[in-house]
């Protein structure tokens, strides 16, 4: 019989640094070592078969994504997956849902105000040069209001754990948040292959999200006798989350659509099918703001469709996630939301910040300046980890680089303290053994007319290389599946 | 269903189809360079095999094995690789990823890694029947997940649309060029030695559709030109028989129109084809029998255009079902 494996030999967890798994705090979980124990009980080479039998599943279920290059054209990768599972126990969830729950309805709220009444601005709770100077503001929606008052219906908000244990806001996405299909891939994943470790663990489900998003989707369509028809828009095969759309489309048992399948006629929204056209009620578009409608948006999209926002005015088809909403997930804004839900909810946020400076604020400028190298400088408007500076790791021709950038447009930047992320036990495939390695957590809410969903887990996202902070998958970035225990 | 939808399903099934065709055609013709009655001139085979590729050659130029071998097997610039043939067919497969079964999916994919990850040195030097042989494997996988895993509904419609129709031109193709092949072989040699060399083209031409054994029990082992053009034209329960497929044409068009209607002209244009071979003057056709399966062959593509136009013209756009169909010719 051959040894065990000795996974965990010479885990080692840096200082300054809270592990899930190994360190104590107050909302750890206290059943991983005996999750732990599984995995070192494994014979050696048995982790690595598992290992591989999960990653060939993936690679034949085609759950890959593209990355971009400077040369052009994508390349197809798995989204590293890693087989042990973080874990949140129950009543620590059960705040954070009520923390995100709130976040995001107050922050739905902001937008409604932005393009109606601007109470929040004329108040002085948020500036409002900083909101009318957002790439992502929507003149076309000033006045008008969505069904149930819903303009944010897929919220995904990502969370970091800190040192001292608790749970941080990162950042909010409002437009097309993605990844929810890794968690529903990454859960399958686990049941394949590690299936036993289910029966002694209770764990929330997650393959309900598809049938809550269906519901929510159906909360906003228009009333009308035969509907509501319910499509996904996407950009197409060749987009990087094409998977995503693709197995939602088929969970919801929704068509899946390009914008060439779409045309407005009577400034209603017609489907291209065989047997003639047929209405649509809801889009779920998973394409940005700028290529939605070439009457409005970009006059070269290809991926909209012409007439979509006349329609979407006259009340005849309702968009998912409403155009506009990208002026609240502007990095900077990101900021004042503990202020915003004090003034429209007059509660005190459940889940904290991590503080941010916005480069646009004169004092904060002043501040970023001065302490450049100790902080996380980020562009406000793009995502993926793509622009993301760490200050402490820049020489100084490259720090007084980054200042003159800074200075020439300081509306595009904030500036964060650097937040050492949690670690989580990583299995580094090239050491055969598991290491620490840097987590966050993205998270779904689903705001409908009816109700707020929320999916119990979320995106467990794992920065592969050591010491890095960013985990995006563009990044070099894997995932794990996430545990809530019931 | 979406017109683009349709018509990518569609393109699946050609697609799938065709990938197995070029495979069992680059390998029967291969070997049969190394175990022919007498030495067949290998830039003979070289050139029938670019032929049936649809690919173009130097006619002074000296042939190299290898390069042709990757060109035709390997090769992603060349649209009509076997490779490329299967990377399509997964790009498709892919765009209806939503409509079509978890199985079903998961073999074509599969199909392309497996294809993917096949090394074209290795297959221009010792790989090419394993390769050839296990695209007919995947292939014979992914026909019956279409068969079992997917409600027959308009969705397996436009598969098996793609399927028989693909089906119905390539062995016509197969057939017009084993034929030239035996026209070129005849005009070499001696009476006797051309005999021999003809009825070998017919067996070979037998195995590129794997109908050796079966045309043997329906003829009791008599092979003549004759019994080998009536069997893969003709035969109605083989299933790889021009008329077996335009049959299936045939069904399949009325089942998406909701009943018979010779006022549709894919309807028509498809039961005209079938009846034309279905009473077939096989003497006529033993004379010329190239010419007459040309034009046949034009019919087909002229098939293929009514059904774009009558199902998939919704699409303004240059989708990837779009632009791969431009080269399916």
Redesign the interface.
Known sequence: MSEASGLFTGYTVPEGTLDEVFSTFSHAYPNYPAIRQVFDELHAGDFQRLNESAKLSF????ITYAVYSEEGGGKEKIFPFDLFPRIIDAAEWTELERGLQQRNEALNMFIGDVYGERRALKEGIVPEELVMSSSHYVPGMEKFRPRGDIYTHVCGTDLVRHTDGKFYVLEDNLRSPSGVSYVLSNREAMRRTLYGMFRHVPVEAVNEYPAMLLQTLQSVAPQREGGPRCVVLTP??FNSA??EH??L??LMDC???????LYVDDDTVY?????GRQRVDVIYRRIDDAFLDPEVFRPDS?LGVAGLMRAYAKGRVTIVNAPGTGIADDKAICAYVPDMIRFYLKEEPIIQNVPTYICGRPDDLQYTLEHLAELVVKPVDMSGGYGVMICDRLDEEELAELADKIKADPRNFIAQPKIMLSTHSTYIEDQNRFAPRHIDLRTFTLLGADKTRILKGGLTRVALREGSLIVNSSQGGGSKDTWVIC | MLARIASTLYWTGRYIERSEHLARYLRVQYFSMLDAPMSQSKDFILKSILNMYGSDFDEAGTLVETDVLRRVGMDYSVPTSIRSTVKSARENAGSVRHVISTELWEAVNSFYLYSDRTDPADFAMRGLYDYTFEVGRQCAIIRSRIHDTLLHDQAWVFVKLGIHLERVAQVIRIINSKLHDADVISDSGGPNENKVLKLYQQTILLKVVEGFDMHRRAYQRRQTRRTTLEFLIGHPTFSRSIIYNLERVVGLLVSLHGREDVNDPAQFRAGKLHAYFRYLDYDAICERPIATLTEALGEVYALHDDIERIYFNLVTTDTPAQTQSQHQR
Request: hydrophobic content about 30%; glycine content about 12%.
């Open positions: 690679l034949n279920q085609g197409g095969p094409y998977y693709s197995l489309a088929r068509d899946l659509v390009e914008g060439p399948d489907l291209k099918t065989i047997s290809m």
